[in-house]
């Protein structure tokens, strides 16, 4: 390994490896066939990258999307490794360029499709020496993971074609389930299995719930105003609703685009290209976008509705902070989005599955303690403290004796004969006048108005709550209407106590935390002085120029943790340059002169 670990420093800039990343490597060197389960940011790409340069012959990477294959053979390029994409967006000429250098042996990595490599299995993979198998996103394997490709079920010919070629399958997200199909699909016998901690300190995580759009606007607009100039990403579930952000924040002056399937190839490629070499700060799109995307200098990631899954909300929350660096989640849950998600299971042919993911993401949204304890033990990875650093644990609720209030609400309920859902219910208690509620007969009710003293907002709140804590649920089958539960019923007829958080008034996050506790152990924390501030200001100057001359992404010539400790540590020679965390040999030739002279500048 100690040959490895000095390609490690060579290609990529680091002298020590991050968890796990060492017996991966060990393993799949030794010819072991692998399944690595590895957060976002993790390092996954490291795992099998370095030894695809240490072994003899050309690492085959099946990779799902055109934009991952070009984002990751632009960065080892950048890094002086040989590494090729053959995918459908090349021209014939070039196509056969790339093959060529692949048969001459002058290629370490090459990227292809689960298609791409079906089409070339017959003609130019048996006149390789292939010294590895890596397929990216491997969840795209099993039927049971949250982004399924059929495509990728071919993939079982590897092991019958090249049953001496070590396979090495990773993804981010995947529970036990999936991970056991993936390896049933690819037919590996004994795979070593790697699942490293899930945990992202420097993620902070936030959920805001029951807020109308017009609320959700302004919290947005100040969240970002708040994170001004910083690269982030806009989850929404539908495409109208990523051009409506779009066009919101456009309209206060803010650069962002809208991305999703419904848009040619050509504007979806012009948007991610915009977000990714930083010419527009916020990308608002749906789940179509970000699947391998590298950009390292993600601040923060916004969720306009829930996800479907807590697979999918860790993967996308994921793309924020991959360098390190305090970043922040911020996702908005409502009742619409569980009828809406409710729609798109019913159309799954997966219901089943996909009825336990959406349970499990609900009370994710609900819960009233720590989010990451949560988040992990979903993973299997039990946590023995509360992280500090999501709105739960900043802002731990108060409880009150809620019995009254509880039976008030399902007294209107059972009154109606269950006919009601979550707006009916509070209009029936606050007593409102609309011509249906009328019409029905229900301001005849006995509950007529037993909840007036409460505002529309608060009992919103308390309903939420009462879903969470299994009092009522919805009923599907009738309307999407509130159905009391025998737990409920228990409240109701005086049986059972109620406990209940107090309904606090949504808050802006914390931009101020204190960034030396224990429970963030891995954020980076630093504070600048004036001088400090102009350099760091300089040399990301320098960065942008130096990435527009070359045509790719600032990311690629150093990722913002690296310019962050060339700010703090202030390296005045190349010698010390080059223990820089991010700058192996070929950054450390091309760059550091021109940073060093920055810096000398600066500091004289």
């Keep these: 390994m100690k040959e490895i670990k000095q390609l490690l420093k060579r290609f990529f800039g680091y002298s020590e490896f991050r ?5 991966i490597i060990k393993s799949l060197i030794s010819g072991r066939d692998c399944i690595v389960l590895m957060p976002t940011g993790g390092g996954k790409s490291i795992c099998f990258q370095l030894p695809a340069i240490y072994l003899k012959g050309t690492a085959i990477v099946i990779s799902p999307l055109v934009a991952l294959m070009k984002d990751q053979v632009e960065g080892l390029q950048a890094n002086g490794v040989p590494a090729v994409a053959l995918n459908s967006s090349l021209p014939d000429k070039e196509r056969q360029r790339v093959k060529q250098l692949c048969l001459d042996g002058k290629v370490k990595l090459l990227y292809i499709s689960p298609e791409g490599l079906m089409s070339e299995m017959e003609w130019l993979l048996p006149h390789l020496n292939i010294s590895m198998f890596a397929i990216d996103e491997a969840h795209c394997i099993s039927h049971w993971g949250h982004d399924f490709r059929p495509e990728y079920t071919q993939l079982s010919i590897l092991k019958e074609r090249f049953p001496q070629v070590p396979i090495i399958a990773l993804t981010a997200t995947a529970d036990k389930v999936t991970r056991y199909d993936i390896i049933d699909q690819l037919k590996i016998q004994r795979p070593k299995i790697f699942i490293s901690s899930f945990d992202r300190p420097n993620l902070s995580l936030n959920v805001m719930r029951g807020l109308l759009k017009k609320d959700k606007l302004a919290t947005i607009s ?9 690269s982030g990403i806009i989850y929404c579930m539908k495409r109208k609703d990523t051009e409506m952000m779009a066009n919101f924040l456009l309209n206060r002056g803010l650069s962002a685009r809208a991305y999703h399937a419904g848009l040619t190839p050509d504007l979806r490629n012009q948007a ?10 916020v990308i608002c799109a749906t789940v179509a ?4 995307i590298d950009k390292s200098n993600v601040r923060w990631v916004i969720h306009y509705n829930m996800p479907g899954s807590i697979e999918s909300y860790y993967q996308e929350i994921g793309r924020a902070g991959r360098d390190g660096l305090p970043s922040d989640t911020l996702l908005f849950y409502s009742y619409s989005d569980l009828i809406v998600q409710r729609h798109f299971i019913e159309d799954s042919g997966q219901k089943e599955i996909n009825t336990i993911k959406l349970n499990t993401m609900q009370r994710f949204c609900e819960t009233d303690v720590c989010r990451r304890r949560v988040l992990l033990n979903y993973f299997g990875q039990e946590s023995s403290s509360d992280c500090g650093n999501c709105d739960v644990c900043r802002n731990p609720p108060k409880r009150f004796d809620g019995t009254l209030l509880v039976q008030k609400a399902l007294s209107a309920i059972v009154r109606t004969d269950e006919h009601i859902a979550l707006n ?3 209009d029936i208690l606050r007593a409102s006048a609309r011509s249906e509620l009328v019409q029905r007969g229900y301001d005849k009710l006995k509950t007529y108005g037993a ?8 009992w919103r709140e308390y309903l939420y709550q009462m879903l969470q804590l299994g009092f009522i649920e919805i009923d599907y089958e009738r309307s999407n209407t509130f159905h009391v539960t025998p737990l409920g019923r228990e409240v109701l007829f005086g049986k059972r106590k109620a406990e209940m958080a107090v309904y606090r008034e949504p808050t802006e996050m ?4 204190d ?3 224990a429970k963030r152990k891995n954020a980076q924390v630093i504070a600048f002085d004036n001088k400090t501030n102009q350099l760091r200001s300089s040399l990301k100057q320098l960065r942008k120029q130096l990435a527009e001359k070359r045509s790719i992404p600032a990311y690629l010539v150093f990722n913002d943790a690296t310019i962050e400790e060339l700010a703090t540590v202030q390296p005045r020679t190349l010698e010390d340059f080059a223990h820089i965390k991010g700058v192996g040999e070929k950054k450390l030739e091309q760059y550091g002169k021109l940073f060093i002279s920055v810096i000398n500048a600066i500091l004289k």
């Design 222 to 230: 100040r969240f970002i105003s708040k994170h001004k100039g910083q």
């Design 451 to 458: 909840g007036r003293d409460l505002s529309y907002t608060e």
């Design 19 to 23: 968890t796990a990343q060492a017996d």
């Design 510 to 513: 914390k931009q101020t935390r």
């Design 424 to 426: 009916m219910t509070i």
């Design 515 to 517: 960034r030396n506790s």
């Design 289 to 292: 976008f970000g699947m391998g």
């Design 272 to 281: 991610q290209n915009e977000f990714i070499n930083d010419h527009i700060s």
